[in-house]
């Protein structure tokens, strides 16, 4: 307990995913630049800026989905391989979601969730699927495991894609505008799901323009601009007290609408 009136400490927490002058570029365009940052176990960080900051890079760079040019990126102490057997561990080690929900559009709900657990981590087939079951009650969508992707709407289908990604049983989970692609009134049954799996614990990076889950839920905010981590804060102080000019005027953009 911290004494009336004073500050409380910061409770440390040991490194998980930890990014060390990361550089990316695109043909001339200095896409990251010098990105240095580091997540705590259980800690879950939100990644806001304008469109075209490098947000979305940053997030793919984590599992190698986009290659650096400098720098190095650890998960849990161990360096991200370049290639093989040892990169195709670490990318199992952190689930993803995307924009658009890339389930296999010819498999079942209840398929596409044990898919990944049967092939890539051994698990028999009654224990994947039980597990599955599991996941699918813990989003929602128990009651659609029979169906196929086309025959839910697209929050139950991103629902789905999140439940695929824990049954990886990944130490951490990225999210890449998760609800950019949804109509208004799904965006809430996604970002509850969500919400639920920050307290439950889950090391989470999220990339989103939805500024009520980053006050929230985040733990702290990370504003980028133009390829470069400009400021991060927590939300309380990012939110009503930002410091640099550019997280000024992007907030005053995106808070009178």
Known sequence: MTEPGSVPSTPTREPLI?????????????????????????EVVVVIGPSG???????????RLETIDNGTITLDGAKLAEEGKELARLR?????????????AHKTILENV???PIKVRG???????A???ELLERVGVAHQADKYPAQLSGGQQQRVAIARALAMEPKAMLFDEPTSALDPEMISEVLDVMIDLAKRGMTMIVVTHEMGFAR????????????????ENTPEEFFTNPQSDRAKDFLGKILSH
């Open 114 to 116: 044990t898919l990944g």
């Open 53 to 63: 900051s490098g947000k979305s890079t940053l997030c793919r760079t984590i599992n």
């Open 123 to 129: 698990k028999k087939k009654d224990e994947a699927e």
């Open 18 to 42: 930890v990014l060390e002058g990361v550089d990316k570029w695109f043909g001339q365009l200095h896409v990251l630049q010098d990105i240095h940052l580091s997540v705590g176990k259980g």
């Open 92 to 104: 199992s080690e952190v689930g993803m979601v995307f924009q658009s929900f890339n389930l296999f």
């Open 131 to 133: 597990r599955a079951k």
């Open 216 to 231: 929230t839920a985040a733990d702290r905010v990370v504003f980028m601009s133009d390829g470069a981590i400009v400021e």
